[in-house]
């Protein structure tokens, strides 16, 4: 059973860039989140998706915004890149509401 | 606001246990504990729902403690694979939060041979 994932797994964009991010859940997952992880602040929840719904957001500003496909595929966007938006962005599958998170490798991106 | 976990690290030698503990000042549904090592995408360990459970597999189980916000996960026996960063991620009591965990800080354990 292939796991989550995504692509690119490395990017280097320069500030005021944009940027999108996909994300392939496992067969049969329908929710599908995304987390940023940095050294200082840790493991921050995004956003989280199901049957193309976004059905919870997290402290984010409106430069970061995702969407889900009809194939449970995922993307998330960020827009006007900052130096601070460098990090390893995690997208996370779940066969249920409170099940387990299976985590994909992770996209780093790096904002010069 | 997210759970504090403690220790931030914790060296051991092969055999030894040793126990880390998350506690939230939130009325918790659920607590969840990932193992991430370095360069590796976080690893799912185990779920303790409200109700004060116990959970475990080989040699790391976890407890829920709901009256005080805590979990606390614990391993035996220490083996080289355990090194890694263990983060505990917590679901708020009070509605479903649709794969909204919040994370600790993470604790890095270092098992030497």
């Known amino acids: 059973k292939a796991g989550v994932t995504q692509t690119p797994r490395y990017l280097i964009k320069t500030r005021g860039q944009q940027v999108t991010l996909s994300c392939s859940p496992i067969?049969?997952?329908?929710?599908v989140s995304w987390y940023q992880q940095t050294p200082g602040q840790g493991l921050q929840f995004l956003f989280e998706?199901?049957?193309?719904?976004?059905?919870n957001k997290g402290n984010f500003p409106g430069r970061f915004s995702g969407r889900q496909f009809s194939n449970s595929r995922s993307e998330m966007n960020v827009s006007t890149l900052e130096l601070g938006d460098s990090a390893l962005y995690l997208c996370?599958?779940?066969?249920?509401?409170?099940?387990?998170?299976?985590f994909g490798e992770g996209s780093r991106l790096t904002v010069l | 606001q997210q759970p504090v976990q403690s220790p931030q690290a914790v060296i051991l030698r092969e055999g030894e246990d040793a126990v880390i503990n998350c506690s939230s000042s939130k009325a918790l549904y659920s607590v969840h504990w990932y193992r991430q090592k370095h360069g590796e995408a976080p690893v799912f360990l185990m779920i303790?729902?409200?109700?004060?459970e116990q959970k475990g597999h080989e040699k790391i189980s976890a407890s829920f403690n709901e009256k005080k916000q805590q979990s606390s996960l614990y391993l035996t026996a220490s083996q080289l694979s355990y090194s890694g960063t263990y983060f505990c991620g917590t679901e708020n009591a009070g509605g479903t939060s649709y794969g909204k965990l919040t994370f600790g800080q993470g604790t890095i354990l270092t098992v030497h041979p």
């Open positions: 067969s049969g997952h329908r929710s």
């Open positions: 998706y199901f049957s193309e719904t976004q059905r």
């Open positions: 303790l729902l409200k109700g004060g």
């Open positions: 996370a599958s779940s066969l249920s509401e409170t099940g387990e998170l299976f």
